[in-house]
């Protein structure tokens, strides 16, 4: 009898385990978009920083991130539980965040001016200051890319429950830990090698004088600060994308809109699947610009009315 019971127990765990698999890999299609912004937005977050730094900072935001979905999985699953309603707004929120965050950066860009190269000995004399003013930006780095993955963290964890709403709570509960594991390791992995690309091809560089394997590391030595500068626009851009397509699938009649234009443009000969395909991430991204602007327009406003502390 106890064998019977430990057979169809074993039996129930198997189960729950293959749809947990099935579930997970359905989550993670669904889920692979947001995914390639996390990859751009995180590679972009960490770059700048000190090379013999780099991986430290990487491993830093992992951490955060692994923080952040512990503490997005259960409230994911008792917000579902109890308030189903509030999930919504909740995202729209973050995805307000992101849009302000970006909208903020651009600005910041385009209204201060790089400063003028100091002399060798004002180099000097602010020696020390620079290095704590590099651990302070490399403080500010990680906070700033914690804050960045807890949005999408939140928009990948909804997304996993959405696919796992037929399942049972522990089945749910194993779905979005195991999303949470793979997205995690995965892309802090990926953005991890990004940032080394270029020490990689300075050591197969020097290893030998020629060969394919010193072209290879030239090419990768000489692509390096081209493909952070490329993650740095594609960063930027994909917050407006994620933060912009998180608003408007929250406000239904943009939603609508943005969906019609691009049955619309689908209509066009030759290019109409991919203009179909295009017009909603870019619509996404303009008001996803738009909403940011009003945030940074908004924020200022408050900030310019609370008197400053002398």
Request: a negative charge; hydrophobic letters at 55%; aromatic letters at 6%.
């Amino acid at each position: 009898m106890a064998g019977a019971s430990l057979l169809t127990l074993l039996d129930d765990i198997a189960t729950i385990l293959d749809d947990v698999a099935a579930m997970s890999k359905v989550a993670a299609r669904k889920t692979a978009g947001v995914l390639g912004d996390d990859l751009a937005l995180n590679a972009q977050q960490v770059s700048g920083v000190a090379s013999e730094r780099e991986l430290p900072v990487v491993y830093a935001v992992a951490k955060g991130s692994f923080r952040n979905k512990l503490i997005l999985v259960p409230l994911a699953l008792l917000i579902s539980a109890f308030i189903p309603w509030a999930i919504t707004p909740l995202l729209m929120f973050g995805g307000l965040f992101l849009c302000y965050e970006g909208f903020e950066k651009v600005y910041h860009s385009m209204t201060h001016k790089k400063a003028a190269p100091a002399d060798d000995e004002t180099i000097v004399a602010k020696g020390k200051a620079d290095i704590d003013d590099l651990a302070a930006f490399e403080k500010d780095k990680i906070k700033g890319a914690i804050r960045t993955d807890f949005v999408l963290s939140a928009e990948i964890i909804a997304i996993s429950l959405g696919v796992a709403a037929h399942m049972d709570l522990m089945g749910q509960f194993l779905t979005l830990s195991v999303i949470a594991i793979i997205m995690t390791v995965g892309v802090y992995g990926l953005v991890a090698g990004i940032v080394k690309i270029d020490d990689l091809g300075l050591y197969l560089a020097k290893r030998k004088a020629e060969g394919l394997g010193h072209n290879i590391g030239l090419i990768l030595v000489s692509a390096a600060p081209y493909l952070m500068k490329i993650l740095t626009v594609v960063g930027t851009i994909a917050m407006f994308m994620v933060g912009g397509g998180i608003l408007t699938h929250g406000i239904h009649v943009v939603f609508e809109w943005i969906e019609h234009a691009a049955v619309v443009v689908e209509q066009v000969s030759v290019v109409g699947g991919v203009l179909g395909l295009l017009t909603p991430s870019v619509l996404n991204a303009v008001f996803g610009v738009v909403a940011g602007g009003l945030a940074v327009l908004l924020m200022n406003g408050v900030m310019k009315l609370i008197p400053s502390k002398s």
